[in-house]
């Protein structure tokens, strides 16, 4: 009887000790999916020199903050094949890193998809109007833009894409980053050499994308994080030590278009806040 009634005391205490023990022993799974935006290019230390990433990019900063086992799968030129095939051949999946477990996912995706990156190259002009072409001109030649097309095209792709991350981590919240303010309206030539028509139409472009990627979360049961309205104000054109994105040539250990590390700070802390 004696033992009866301490198994039973036992059987108590357990199930009153037991989730807690559970949740301290049970680290906090997160998972980092993405391009280059989340990745870090160039940003020192470098971890991976295939994918080019960062050790202090914004998902290591988050991760940091939310005290979690942080997988980061990021890679620069990443596209949305990427997350279910091989990238460059040999970079594994991206989505081999997701499972039951994971209790956090980041999914950073799109500019690659929609050419932004090399738009936004094209657009350059070393001498001021009319001496050159408009790239803005050029992408809406014949009264379709180009580049709005494509970022429609892949709105079904991102859609999917966040379906299968749900299936593979069914526990997991999703958070989609979008992107930053690049340049602000007229931008700030010749120090940014794009024509103000064209920079305000490639920050057009940069928002379109971002309203699709909102769009399709909201519609996917994943989480929006706007980094587009934090970073006003600190632009391409901005001053260097209030710059969280880089020009055309970055003042900082960045790749050019991409985040600087003041950038994966502030994004770091905006996710770190959305996932809290």
Known sequence: MKRRVLLAVGVMLAGLVSPTAARAADP???????DSSAAGPLILPQIDLPCLRSAVNYPH????????????????GAVIPD???KQFGFVPPQYNSLSAATDLV???IGGNDTGLVAAALSCINL???PAGTSCKERYTAGGKDQLAARITATAPAFGQALDRIRTLAPNARILVTGYGTYIRPNGCYPQIPVWPVDANYLQATVDRLNHMLATQSAQHGATYVDLRTPSIGHDACAPITQRWLEGLIPTSDAAPLHPSRRGMAAFGELVAAAAS
């Open 28 to 34: 906090f799974e997160y998972v980092a999916l993405g």
């Open 61 to 76: 900063v988050a991760a940091a903050k939310l005290g979690a086992d942080l997988t980061d799968v990021t890679c620069s």
């Open 83 to 85: 997350f279910s095939e």
């Open 106 to 108: 980041t999914v950073a």
């Open 127 to 129: 001498l001021p109007a």
